[in-house]
Structure formats: structure tokens, C-alpha cells
């Protein structure tokens, strides 16, 4: 990638959901070559080096929908979706008119529907694809110990372990076993840590890959943990998830059955509610890129 070729300063947005944070780019006349988005990706995110992100955004024109984006990884890597980061983009959208209040856009999970709650622009809901690949009650030895995990795909990959006390669990360490664990290859999987408290409510920390590390929320692993909670029987919908950072998002779906037959009633949609906020605008300079 020569970085000399891009015409400085480069505009950009920085949004963050629930501790979740984006570098957001309007692309729609596109200047970085998809070959060189990765490390571009790779290198804007780095904190304290340049701008500093969990992951960028690349906000593209869609014919089949109000956009697409382009979502990478703080490491360059490419992601299929991100609930906090779908709903800045959504927020990001709306306020630069590159979309209405009730917007569609494209993903690599396919399409998502989101949704401005208030004028201001700072409560966004999204409906989700549906998620794939339900596994509950998986036995793994992880830490050296005997542990249940369960496993959906909402859209990336996840896994949740219910523990007792998510304030004390081994994110770091538990987390990078399961995200690399043999059982969850090659895609390797996010690992989320849920504690059931009262009132339909999950505290939720979360290993995310790309980041390789704990990161302030994760908007789909909230779905996820919330979505095997209620399967599990341990909670009903909707369900509040209060993140790594203290925010809350809430998660609305509906579910089919009782007890052994309980399932997701996927006709009804699901949907991903939590506040995105919009930090500062600013340009970036050719040192933002420098190795």
C-alpha cells in the first residue's frame, strides 16, 4: 500500500456503541483499493500509534440497498457482521442523509434493517439475519477444567459460558482457548462469559477475535448470550445485557414452546436495541498510516 497516494486529510467519524468503538469512512467514491483495506484497517487502528479503533468502517453505495459497508477488525482482519458497529453505521448514515430513519444496508451476513428511535440520533435498533448453527450443552475442557459451552453463529461465530460471576472469569486466558479451540476451527469463534442476574438481565464480557482480546461490548454476542439464556430457560425475552463498559443494550425476540420443544420463533425477528454514540469528527494525515 502506498500511502502517498491518498489525497490528505481524510475525513472521518469516530462512533462508539456500548464501549465499542469505529473508525467510520464515507467511501462511497472509493479511494482505498480493496487489496490495501486490510493494513489500512490494520493500521489506522492501532491506539496510540494513530486514531485507534476496535474496527473500521467503510461506507459504500449499494445497489440494492441504502449502503453496504466494508467492516474489518482492528488486526485487518474481515468480520461478516458487528451489532454495535451496524448500529454506528446506521447512525453515521442517517446523519450525513446517506439514509432515512428506517434504512437497510448490506453485509457480508447478509442484510440488516435498522432503525433511528429518537431525532438525535444516539438510539438505534437493528433486526439481525437469523442466526445458524445452534449447539447447546457442548462438553470442552477448558482452563483445565470440565466446562459447558454453547454455540450459535448470530451472524460471526460465539460461544457462551454461563458462570457465576462474569466479574471473576479468566476472560483473557478461557477466551483465547475457546476462540482457538480445535472444536470451533477454522473459523475460530468469539467466547462470551454470561452470569444470569434477576429480571430477565446478563452481564456479558467478551474474547473477540480480530481484536484478540476483551473488548468494553460485543453487540452479537449480547444476542448470543441472550438468545441461549432464554433457550437454556434462565431468562425471558426481552432481555437486558449490561456489557463490560456498564452500558446496557437490550435484545427483543420471541420464542416458540416450553421446556425441551422452547425455541426461537425466527419469523418474529431479532433485534439488537442500545445507544451508538457519535465521539468527534476529524482528518487524518499520512502519520495516521506510518508503520
Known amino acids: ?3 502517498q497516494d491518498f489525497n490528505y486529510p481524510i475525513p472521518f467519524t469516530k462512533l462508539s456503541g456500548t464501549g465499542n468503538d469505529f473508525i467510520i469512512i464515507d467511501h462511497r467514491v472509493p479511494f482505498i483499493a480493496e487489496a490495501d483495506q486490510p493494513d489500512f484497517a490494520r493500521l489506522v487502528c492501532r491506539r496510540r500509534f494513530s486514531l485507534g479503533a476496535d474496527g ?3 461506507i459504500e453505495n449499494s445497489p440494492a440497498a441504502d ?3 466494508q467492516f474489518y477488525n482492528g488486526d485487518g482482519s474481515r468480520a461478516e457482521m458487528c451489532g454495535n458497529g451496524a448500529r454506528c453505521a446506521a447512525r453515521f448514515a442517517y446523519e450525513k442523509n446517506i439514509a432515512l ?3 437497510r444496508f448490506e453485509t457480508d451476513a447478509g442484510e440488516i434493517e435498522a432503525f433511528i428511535l429518537n431525532g438525535s440520533a444516539d ?3 437493528i433486526r439481525l439475519t437469523a442466526p445458524e448453527d445452534l449447539r447447546l450443552n457442548i462438553p470442552l475442557t477448558i482452563g483445565r477444567r470440565e466446562q459447558t459451552l454453547h454455540f450459535i453463529n448470530t451472524g460471526v461465530p460465539h460461544t457462551v459460558v454461563v458462570v457465576n460471576d462474569a466479574a471473576m472469569a479468566p476472560v483473557a486466558d478461557w477466551g483465547r482457548e475457546v476462540r482457538f479451540h480445535e472444536a470451533f476451527q477454522p473459523a475460530g469463534t468469539n467466547a462470551n462469559f454470561t ?3 434477576a429480571n430477565d438481565t446478563l452481564m456479558v464480557r467478551t474474547y473477540e477475535r480480530g481484536v484478540e482480546g476483551e473488548t468494553m461490548a460485543c ?4 444476542v448470543a448470550s441472550a438468545l441461549v439464556a432464554a433457550l437454556l430457560e434462565q431468562a425471558n425475552p426481552p432481555v437486558t445485557v449490561i456489557t463490560s463498559g456498564g452500558e446496557q443494550l437490550k435484545i427483543h425476540f420471541s420464542l416458540q414452546g416450553e421446556g425441551n420443544e422452547r425455541e426461537l420463533d425466527l419469523a418474529a425477528g431479532i433485534f439488537l436495541e442500545g445507544p451508538a454514540h457519535s465521539v468527534y469528527q476529524g482528518e487524518m494525515g499520512p502519520d495516521a498510516l506510518l508503520e
Open 1 to 3: 500500500m502506498n500511502t
Open 56 to 58: 473500521l468502517i467503510l
Open 67 to 69: 449502503f453496504r459497508w
Open 101 to 103: 430513519a428506517t434504512m
Open 123 to 125: 438510539l438505534v435498533k
Open 195 to 197: 452470569q444470569v442476574l
Open 219 to 222: 453487540g452479537t454476542g449480547a
